[in-house]
């Protein structure tokens, strides 16, 4: 896997970790939020890991 997107994933693990960390009350409370960033952060891992990428083939 490409250096880029395995940062990626392990922003996605990030974001999963601190989504758990906040507890439920403020996850709701800000979930556009949190879902936004988990749909920018897995098209990017997408991006970074798909075929014509730098070091993946």
């Given at each position: 896997?490409p250096?880029?997107?395995?940062?990626?994933?392990e922003q996605?693990?990030?974001?999963?970790?601190?989504a758990e960390?906040i507890?439920?009350d403020?996850l709701?409370?800000?979930?556009?939020?949190?879902s936004?960033?988990?749909?920018e952060?897995i098209?990017?891992?997408f991006?970074r890991?798909?075929?014509?990428?730098?070091?993946?083939?």
């Amino acid at each position: 896997m490409p250096e880029a997107a395995d940062a990626k994933l392990e922003q996605i693990k990030d974001l999963y970790l601190t989504a758990e960390a906040i507890g439920e009350d403020a996850l709701d409370k800000h979930f556009d939020q949190v879902s936004q960033r988990q749909r920018e952060l897995i098209r990017e891992f997408f991006d970074r890991s798909g075929p014509g990428t730098a070091n993946g083939s």
